[in-house]
């Protein structure tokens, strides 16, 4: 019965391990998991791939179980049994049965041994030491990579094929520590721990060995197959030290190979070296125990002693490892062993054993550990390293350091280099603006008369072309604005502009280092508000992701260029870059308000980390322009395609009332006027044709005015009117929660149904607007006032949905996006009222 059991199981194709084989029956070993030194124990007993193995005896629920496996008789823990993966020996089906192995029985008998071909790979490391680089060689993906901290905030997956085997890659945020000082650092830990990946390699900066290696220390209590890559190998040769490679391989027991990430070099080799790993073909692959010293030692055995006492203790987690966190009073790691079930005094004995070692040393638990870890890296590197020795100058990088961060040149230089960045934007992304521009209009004006007239030309003219072509026009700013962004991370200047930026911060209760996000929401808030993961402190992380939405993020960028551009000409370049400081000010006011009131609490200590600089790469720096293309493209075909369809439908129904009626009667008449006129009365032609086209522009501002998103837009005026927003822009705005760029392809959408304005652009359709009704009517609706007033409130108001659905996420409570999406629009309206009057006494 339970042999029928485990058949039907095989052929579900459900994983089988050693543990489910009943007694008698004979399975080959497919796979050895858990951690290395298990592993390699288990084959020295003669567990490998491809093996047979009888099962002698296996009682249900009673440990242990007894196998043979090369006439040896071998016992095993139940749980141990549940780490070792097999494929049954019998076959019943008429497969063909193809093996090259080195196993010597009836092939007839066995069952196709599935190659070990799939492969779990996760890359950890310290921020910027080039883990993202190396994951992009291997797969050729294109993620992120940025010279500062907290690029990477996620673990990105991708699957590549590389000698046969099928290999998935994780790129794991970058961590210092495994400790869990912050949710990142969790977050690894816990991947390393409940993933089992079958090799994790650990990418460190080679320049900087010392501090990258106290990670690898950590993964080296974790006990699991790690392999080195010794990145950025190209600046230890530049700098000329002398590394023993081989030498530290042998007595830290770690695989290394070195690599150059952003050139692709050594990448091969590399992964030759997970592969040998994952297969445990490496000889020099051990598992070596840090030494703690007399007193933690004795501590840790303690501890030890009462996991293995537990019965129900699965092995996939070194016990040492347990042992250890818990004597570094980690509190997540008593979840992590709360299954024991003596869980709670191994706690007590730990305990007890922190209070023994913290009477006798006089020094906490942690510092302990991290001592004698360092202790155990400096002896490592002291056998194995030589750094060159050189006469103490100052090296070009120091040069630069020292203008760039300067007391006095550090500050106006970063507003010089903003400035430079937004005036480029505007003024090299015009030319190819205009050619983008001219192309709709051409796409648009053959539509328009291959199409015969009715709502279906209208719907593309109009909606579609008006809509979508309004927004495409921008992408070369976007993709300028993110060439300059891609170069202030990849030189490494975005991490010293945390730097300069960290004095600042610190009036306003905040580390440099939240500035960082900050900087990363210019390009898009979402992103910016998960990079927040990197702040410790929870407090400093909530009020970080608050202040996010006040960065003029990409999509903002086209609205600042088009009201600018049609209203500042001269200056555009300038009142951009005003709005981005204007952002960042009143982020920063925000941030003190809400230190004042409601986050108190202190800041927690940190090191403020300073990458040497880098000439950035043009292959990364294009790398990033393209995918933020794409982006961009993509949101165009989606989101704002969907988006302007919907508001033209709003806009172009109904079709009809009285008055367009009457004026649609008016129309006939002199049309049947202007029939009967002949040529000689050129005075009462020209009359005619004159009323004719007020007539038409009458019936559309009518027909628009009674459309469904007219009566949704008067709705709104009374609110905006004080600001001097008419309903069109009051609904713009309302629909650019969406995404931002709707703001512009709504507006493309409403007026490019005036017919007096064919075959011209979005921008000079806004300077032609003018009020239709009330006090103001005839006079210009962007007048210079109402342009700044609107500027100030898109940079304020509401961020786009997925930034309310980020801050949700990040913070935990919906409580904290509501407050977001209150306080930023009340504060938009009262600022950009404000700003509409004080600039009203000016222009
Ligand atoms: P991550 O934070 O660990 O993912 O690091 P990234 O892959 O984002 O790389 C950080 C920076 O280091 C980028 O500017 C890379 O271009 C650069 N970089 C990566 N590998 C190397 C290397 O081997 N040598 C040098 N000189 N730079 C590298
Ligand atoms: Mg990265």
Same mark, same amino acid.
């Given at each position: 019965?339970?042999?029928?059991?485990?058949? %039907? !199981?095989?052929?579900?194709?459900?994983?089988?391990?050693?543990?489910?084989? #009943?007694?008698?029956?004979?399975?080959?070993?497919?796979?050895?998991?858990?951690?290395?030194?298990?592993?390699?124990?288990?084959?020295?007993?003669?567990?490998?791939?491809?093996?047979?193995?009888?099962?002698?005896?296996?009682?249900?629920?009673?440990?242990?179980?007894?196998?043979?496996?090369?006439?040896?008789?071998?016992? /095993?823990?139940?749980?141990?049994?549940?780490?070792?993966?097999?494929?049954?020996?019998?076959?019943?089906?008429?497969?063909?049965?193809?093996?090259?192995?080195?196993?010597?029985?009836?092939?007839? #008998?066995?069952?196709?041994?599935?190659?070990?071909?799939?492969?779990?790979?996760?890359?950890?490391?310290?921020?910027?030491?080039?883990?993202?680089?190396?994951?992009?060689?291997?797969?050729?993906?294109?993620?992120?990579?940025?010279? *500062? +901290?907290?690029?990477?905030?996620?673990?990105?997956? %991708?699957?590549?094929?590389?000698?046969?085997?099928?290999?998935?890659?994780?790129?794991?945020?970058?961590?210092?520590?495994?400790?869990?000082?912050?949710?990142? =650092?969790?977050?690894?830990?816990?991947?390393?721990?409940?993933?089992?990946?079958?090799?994790?390699?650990?990418?460190?900066?080679?320049?900087?060995? #010392? !501090?990258?290696?106290?990670?690898?220390?950590?993964?080296?209590?974790?006990?699991?197959?790690?392999?080195?890559?010794?990145?950025?190998?190209? #600046?230890?040769?530049?700098?000329?030290?002398?590394?023993?490679?081989?030498?530290?391989?042998?007595?830290?027991?770690?695989?290394?190979?070195?690599?150059?990430?952003?050139?692709?070099?050594?990448?091969?080799?590399?992964?030759?070296?997970?592969?040998?790993?994952?297969?445990?073909?490496?000889?020099?692959?051990?598992?070596?125990?840090?030494?703690?010293?007399?007193? &933690?030692?004795?501590?840790?055995?303690?501890?030890?002693?009462?996991?293995?006492?537990?019965?129900?203790?699965? !092995?996939?987690? +070194?016990? !040492?490892?347990?042992?250890?966190? &818990?004597?570094?009073?980690?509190?997540?790691?008593?979840?992590?062993?709360?299954?024991?079930?003596?869980?709670?005094?191994?706690?007590?004995?730990?305990?007890?054993?922190?209070?023994?070692?913290?009477?006798?040393?006089?020094?906490?638990? $942690?510092?302990?550990?991290?001592?004698?870890?360092?202790?155990?890296?400096?002896?490592?590197?002291?056998?194995?390293?030589?750094?060159?020795?050189?006469?103490?100058?100052?090296?070009?990088?120091?040069?630069?350091?020292?203008?760039?961060?300067?007391?006095?040149?550090?500050?106006?230089?970063?507003?010089?280099?903003?400035?430079?960045?937004?005036?480029?934007?505007?003024?090299?992304?015009? *030319?190819?603006?205009?050619?983008?521009?001219?192309?709709?209009?051409?796409?648009?004006?053959?539509?328009?008369?291959?199409?015969?007239?009715?709502?279906?030309?209208?719907?593309?003219?109009?909606?579609?072309?008006?809509?979508?072509?309004?927004?495409?026009?921008? /992408?070369? @700013?976007?993709?300028?604005?993110?060439?300059?962004?891609?170069?202030?991370?990849?030189?490494?200047?975005? %991490?010293?502009?945390?730097?300069?930026?960290?004095?600042?911060?610190?009036?306003?209760?905040?580390?440099?280092?939240?500035?960082?996000?900050?900087?990363?929401?210019?390009?898009?808030?979402?992103?910016?508000?998960?990079?927040?993961?990197?702040?410790?402190?929870?407090?400093?992380?909530?009020?970080?992701?608050?202040?996010?939405?006040?960065?003029?993020?990409?999509?903002?960028?086209?609205?600042?260029?088009?009201?600018?551009?049609?209203?500042?000409?001269?200056?555009?370049?300038?009142?951009?870059?005003?709005?981005?400081?204007?952002?960042?000010?009143?982020?920063?006011?925000?941030?003190?308000?809400?230190?004042?009131?409601?986050?108190? %609490?202190?800041?927690?200590?940190?090191?403020?980390?300073?990458?040497?600089?880098?000439?950035?790469?043009?292959?990364?720096?294009?790398?990033?322009?393209?995918?933020?293309?794409?982006?961009?493209?993509?949101?165009?075909?989606?989101?704002?395609?969907?988006?302007?369809?919907?508001?033209?439908?709003?806009?172009?129904?109904?079709?009809? @009332?009285?008055?367009?009626?009457?004026? $649609?009667?008016?129309?006939?008449?002199?049309?049947?006027? &202007?029939?009967?006129?002949? +040529?000689?009365?050129? @005075?009462?032609?020209?009359?005619?044709?004159?009323?004719?086209?007020?007539?038409?522009?009458?019936?559309?501002?009518?027909?628009?005015?009674?459309?469904?998103?007219?009566?949704?837009?008067?709705?709104?005026?009374?609110?905006?009117?004080?600001?001097?927003?008419?309903?069109?822009?009051?609904?713009?705005?309302?629909?650019?929660?969406?995404?931002?760029?709707?703001?512009?392809?709504?507006?493309?959408?409403?007026?490019?149904?005036? =017919?007096?304005?064919?075959?011209?652009?979005?921008?000079?359709?806004?300077?032609?607007?003018?009020?239709?009704?009330?006090?103001?009517?005839?006079?210009?609706?962007?007048?210079?006032?109402?342009?700044?007033?609107?500027?100030?409130?898109?940079?304020?108001?509401?961020?786009?949905?997925?930034?309310?659905?980020?801050?949700?996420?990040?913070?935990?409570?919906?409580?904290?996006?509501?407050?977001?999406?209150?306080?930023?629009?009340?504060?938009?309206?009262?600022?950009?009222?404000?700003?509409?009057?004080?600039?009203?006494?000016?222009?």
């Amino acid at each position: 019965m339970k042999c029928l059991l485990f058949l %039907a !199981r095989l052929k579900n194709n459900e994983l089988i391990t050693l543990k489910d084989v #009943e007694a008698g029956e004979s399975v080959i070993i497919q796979k050895i998991n858990g951690r290395s030194s298990f592993r390699r124990r288990i084959s020295e007993m003669g567990f490998v791939r491809g093996k047979q193995v009888d099962v002698l005896k296996n009682a249900p629920f009673k440990d242990p179980i007894e196998y043979q496996i090369m006439g040896y008789n071998i016992s /095993l823990r139940r749980s141990e049994a549940a780490l070792i993966e097999v494929v049954s020996l019998e076959d019943n089906s008429d497969n063909e049965i193809i093996y090259n192995g080195t196993l010597s029985f009836n092939k007839k #008998e066995m069952k196709e041994l599935r190659p070990l071909n799939e492969l779990k790979v996760v890359f950890v490391g310290n921020p910027n030491s080039g883990k993202t680089s190396i994951f992009n060689a291997i797969s050729g993906r294109q993620e992120h990579v940025g010279n *500062y +901290s907290g690029v990477t905030v996620d673990a990105k997956k %991708a699957k590549t094929d590389y000698n046969n085997y099928a290999i998935e890659l994780t790129d794991l945020p970058g961590t210092y520590s495994l400790s869990p000082n912050s949710p990142d =650092e969790l977050f690894v830990r816990d991947h390393l721990l409940k993933a089992h990946p079958d090799v994790v390699i650990n990418v460190i900066d080679a320049s900087n060995l #010392e !501090r990258n290696l106290y990670l690898t220390t950590q993964l080296i209590d974790m006990d699991i197959p790690v392999v080195l890559a010794l990145n950025m190998y190209d #600046e230890v040769d530049k700098k000329g030290d002398s590394f023993d490679i081989e030498q530290f391989v042998k007595i830290t027991g770690m695989p290394a190979v070195k690599t150059v990430g952003s050139k692709r070099v050594g990448i091969h080799q590399l992964f030759d070296k997970v592969i040998e790993v994952a297969e445990n073909n490496d000889p020099n692959q051990r598992h070596i125990h840090i030494n703690y010293g007399v007193e &933690l030692e004795q501590s840790i055995n303690k501890v030890q002693q009462e996991i293995w006492k537990a019965s129900n203790y699965i !092995r996939d987690i +070194s016990s !040492r490892y347990f042992s250890l966190r &818990l004597l570094d009073n980690d509190e997540h790691t008593h979840k992590n062993i709360s299954y024991l079930e003596n869980a709670e005094a191994v706690v007590e004995v730990a305990n007890k054993e922190i209070n023994r070692l913290e009477n006798l040393c006089k020094e906490k638990t $942690q510092t302990l550990i991290t001592n004698a870890r360092y202790g155990f890296i400096t002896g490592a590197l002291k056998e194995t390293f030589k750094a060159k020795k050189t006469k103490r100058q100052h090296s070009f990088s120091e040069k630069i350091d020292n203008i760039l961060t300067g007391k006095y040149t550090g500050f106006p230089l970063f507003l010089l280099i903003l400035w430079i960045m937004f005036q480029s934007t505007f003024t090299f992304g015009a *030319y190819p603006a205009d050619w983008i521009d001219i192309g709709v209009n051409w796409i648009g004006s053959v539509f328009g008369n291959l199409l015969s007239d009715g709502p279906v030309k209208d719907l593309i003219v109009d909606g579609i072309i008006g809509g979508v072509g309004g927004v495409l026009v921008f /992408l070369p @700013n976007i993709v300028i604005l993110f060439f300059f962004i891609s170069l202030m991370e990849d030189t490494g200047y975005m %991490a010293r502009v945390a730097f300069i930026m960290d004095k600042l911060m610190h009036l306003i209760g905040l580390h440099g280092k939240s500035f960082i996000p900050l900087i990363m929401g210019f390009g898009c808030n979402v992103p910016a508000i998960m990079a927040t993961r990197t702040l410790e402190n929870r407090s400093d992380r909530l009020l970080t992701i608050l202040i996010i939405p006040f960065m003029t993020c990409s999509a903002r960028l086209p609205v600042y260029i088009l009201i600018a551009g049609a209203i500042f000409p001269e200056t555009a370049g300038t009142v951009i870059f005003s709005m981005y400081l204007a952002g960042i000010a009143i982020s920063i006011l925000t941030a003190l308000l809400l230190k004042k009131t409601i986050f108190k %609490a202190k800041e927690a200590p940190f090191v403020m980390e300073l990458p040497p600089y880098r000439i950035p790469t043009l292959r990364s720096a294009i790398r990033h322009m393209w995918s933020k293309a794409k982006e961009y493209l993509k949101k165009m075909g989606g989101v704002i395609l969907w988006a302007s369809i919907i508001v033209w439908f709003l806009s172009y129904f109904p079709r009809t @009332n009285e008055n367009i009626e009457l004026y $649609q009667s008016e129309l006939a008449r002199i049309e049947l006027q &202007l029939n009967e006129t002949n +040529s000689d009365s050129l @005075n009462t032609t020209q009359d005619l044709l004159l009323s004719e086209s007020e007539l038409n522009f009458k019936i559309y501002e009518e027909q628009q005015y009674n459309s469904y998103i007219g009566k949704l837009g008067r709705g709104i005026e009374p609110l905006i009117r004080p600001i001097g927003f008419d309903w069109k822009i009051g609904v713009s705005l309302v629909s650019g929660i969406i995404a931002k760029e709707v703001v512009i392809s709504t507006l493309g959408v409403l007026y490019a149904g005036d =017919e007096s304005a064919d075959d011209s652009s979005l921008r000079d359709a806004i300077q032609r607007q003018k009020h239709a009704q009330g006090e103001l009517k005839g006079t210009p609706i962007y007048t210079k006032p109402t342009a700044l007033a609107l500027l100030v409130f898109v940079l304020i108001y509401v961020p786009c949905i997925a930034v309310i659905a980020a801050i949700r996420r990040e913070s935990g409570k919906w409580k904290w996006a509501l407050f977001n999406v209150v306080y930023a629009t009340s504060l938009a309206w009262v600022l950009a009222y404000i700003v509409s009057k004080v600039a009203g006494l000016f222009f």
